[in-house]
């Protein structure tokens, strides 16, 4: 990164910011927690980012050693982004940045939710419930296309997601990004069943999926707002 954007600070806080503190590049990082993407893949899911800023953020986030390109071997054959060792790193980072800033409402122009960012949703705040610790699903996103097919290993400590879907899956859910966020905590199947979900095999695994997915709300803001001033008029 040039010199003349750093911090010149000794600190972690800014050494890590000197790093990972230009806009898009948290984001990169995010879009990687699940496994390798292509440029173009990376693209769709920061559709507002140009493509001169995320080439931009790619060269200086591998130039930093977070990020690393790779060639697959035939028949992929093409060229993808992913994170180093050390990048993995940033995992908790971003996912407690995330967590943290669910306590603020969104605003009207903070709509688009990612794919990946939705199944991170899973891997992050799903709490196994006592009933059925062990479960494996295939989750197909319909508005993504094959980006959005993840598999889901239900755990008794937590959810486990990859790009990669299990071979034999306790079931099959196909809904849309949208219909699954809406779903998670609730403990029925009616709004995934209203949205037209399709769910294949035991229906009991994607209720407790769901059920099991309690993300935070945003506060009451006016807990935050600063003290009055006193007026000495």
Known sequence: M???RGYRQ???VARGLDIVGERWSLLVVRELLLGPKRFTDLQQALPTASPNALSD???ELADAGVVRRRQLLPPGNVRVYELTAWGRGLEPIVVALGTWALAAPPTVEQVFVSVDSAM???RTFFVPGPERPEAMLRIELRDHGPAGVF???LTSTGA???HEPPEEPDAVLVTTTDAL???FGSDDLA???AARAVIIGDPEVVRHLVAGVRVPGATDQSSKAPPAKANRG
């Open 10 to 12: 000794a600190c972690g």
């Open 120 to 122: 991170l949703s899973i």
């Open 191 to 193: 709004g995934l069943v």
């Open 2 to 4: 040039p010199v003349q």
């Open 160 to 162: 486990e997601v990859a």
């Open 57 to 59: 953020r790619l060269r």
């Open 151 to 153: 598999g889901v290993r």
């Open 181 to 183: 966020l809406a779903a």
